[in-house]
């Protein structure tokens, strides 16, 4: 029997999603344009394809901010996974206080601790000032709860690996830190990639929230480009409908490649 | 409450200059505490939709037409794969405009306020996730106990409420308390449409006091508490309803 589960529509499902988006777009343009034609304002239609360019170029900077954001997060999250796997007690508990404290706070509230409490300029050793651009601290922000997640998933992985494989190696008179980098690891990095790249498309979903805080990205250019097109009622689903196209057609595929790999690894597991 | 604490955190404020605002101003104290209420309230109505989604899309994605699976499956991609946060302002903004008005006498109010569209939107967008963790339950499910309950001569229908549904809740309940963790942390997103909770309460406070480091520690705690005693909860859930023969 065919299931339609979800991991069964792959490519169907985004075409389907696509083409009724469009459609809504489209049927709320056109009513909207029936309404106030011959009134000699602009339709929805016509506004969202002048501004279209600006929201994109919004888009790259959330592109961005995901980017960097994990890049720092995969690198300090690591850290901490070790740190928490550490023998010693010193190392392990302030990383596991740091780990909890992030993955059990919103986002919202760990962007505002970052976008206030960290100054918008640093003055260098040298004695020059340095401005902080927004975005930057956004991406500080975002990196955060990714980092601490990053570091539960590692000690996960490492946790999953049959003991037997320590004792072994143990008996092989390997040091913990050979055990570690030749025998552990290499197994652990299949187990990670598949939640990495889950973190990576709930990341890139949270960067429009820098909007709150005036980061210009793609939902900050939207709410402008409708503001100046005329901010009329009619604007606003085909606007934030495009919008989150955009992000789907982005996602979407990543997810789906995070699926099969998740369904590969399993199986070989 | 405040009076026995306001003396403390009044010579805090003025001896060290850490002015925890709500613990010694009666207006902030009250601020504080409305934001925590609605917060609790937002949560456990997000956390109420969301349940109900998740069990009603699992069981349409058991049935036999070919539609409704593929209605659902759709229903989840979109709804995992787009910010939440446009999810939020296309709901309040986008459909909070074309929903009716009541006749407030003089002044008109839309049926939906802020507080029922963060619990619509914020609820659709767990209730995604939800419907794919019931779905891995039902899946989990012996199909013998299914094919037994056949036997008795139950019904589909109540195959799935008597049988499948008690046993997969069982079976998803640790992925349940992640989502649910994250649904209650995703509720600050309602801060956006302005709904009174902990994060927009604070916010006023620190914007009206200059005090963003407390009220960020205030916050910071609050969540994490929160979180404790959720997932403390779904910890004595799962014990209470821990089946035998299953698991440890």
């Known amino acids: ?269 | 409450m405040l009076e026995i604490i306001a003396p403390f955190f009044e010579r805090l404020n003025e001896t060290a200059g850490i002015n925890f605002s709500p613990f010694h101003d009666p207006y902030d104290w009250s601020r504080f505490v409305e934001g925590m209420w609605i917060s609790v309230k937002l949560i456990s109505a997000i956390i109420a939709l969301s349940l109900v989604i998740g069990v009603l899309g699992a069981g349409a994605q058991t049935s036999k037409s070919r539609l409704l699976r593929i209605v659902v499956a759709a229903y989840i991609e979109v709804f995992r794969n787009t910010p939440p946060i446009v999810q939020l302002l296309f709901f309040y903004f986008g459909l909070g405009a074309i929903t009716p008005q009541v006749d407030m006498g003089g002044w008109y109010e839309p049926i939906i306020g802020a507080f029922g569209w963060a619990v619509i939107a914020i609820g659709i967008f767990g209730g995604a996730y939800n419907v794919e963790i019931f779905r891995s339950g039902v899946e989990a499910v012996p199909h013998h106990t299914k094919e037994a309950a056949e036997a008795l001569g139950f019904s589909d229908l109540k195959i799935f409420i008597y049988i499948t549904l008690p046993l997969a809740f069982r079976f998803c309940l640790p992925a349940l308390t992640n989502n649910i963790i994250s649904l209650a942390k995703t509720s600050s997103l309602a801060y956006v449409i302005a709904v009174p909770e902990i994060t927009y309460s604070l916010a006023n406070i620190w914007s009206d006091s200059l005090n963003v480091s407390e009220m960020m520690v205030l916050l910071f705690v609050f969540y994490i508490l929160l979180v404790a005693v959720i997932a403390q909860i779904m910890s004595f859930l799962e014990r209470k309803l821990a089946l035998k023969g299953y698991g440890q």
């Open chain 1, 1 to 269: 029997m065919m299931s339609y589960s979800v991991a069964r529509l792959t490519w169907r499902a985004p075409a389907i999603v696509g083409g009724l988006c469009i459609a809504a777009t489209l049927a709320t343009t056109f009513t909207a344009e029936a309404q106030d034609a011959g009134s000699g304002q602009m339709s929805a239609f016509a506004a969202l394809v002048t501004w279209m360019p600006f929201i994109l170029k919004g888009f790259l900077l959330n592109l961005l901010m995901s980017v960097l954001a994990m890049a720092l997060a995969t690198v300090t999250g690591l850290f901490l996974g070790f740190m928490q796997i550490s023998p010693s007690a010193f190392i392990r508990l302030p990383a596991k206080f740091v780990t909890h404290l992030f993955r059990n706070s919103p986002w919202l509230v760990i962007l505002f601790a970052i976008m206030l409490l960290v100054p918008f300029q640093v003055t260098l050793p040298g004695g020059e000032k340095v401005l902080i651009p927004d975005w930057v601290k956004a991406t500080i922000g975002f990196a955060l709860p990714v980092m601490a997640n990053i570091a539960e998933i590692l000690r996960g992985a490492i946790a999953s690996i049959p003991s037997g494989q320590w004792e072994s190696a143990e008996s092989l008179a390997f040091t913990r830190g050979q055990t570690l980098r030749h025998i552990i690891l290499p197994q652990c990095v299949r187990r990670m990639l598949p939640p990495w790249m889950n973190w990576y498309a709930l990341l890139t979903l949270m960067t429009p929230m820098a909007a709150i805080l005036g980061v210009s990205e793609a939902l900050g250019n939207t709410q402008a480009a409708m503001e100046a097109a005329g901010s009329r009622p009619e604007f606003l689903i085909p606007f934030y409908l495009f919008l989150m196209t955009i992000f789907f057609v982005f996602i979407y595929p990543l997810s789906i490649y995070t699926r099969r790999l998740e369904r590969r690894f399993s199986a070989g597991a």
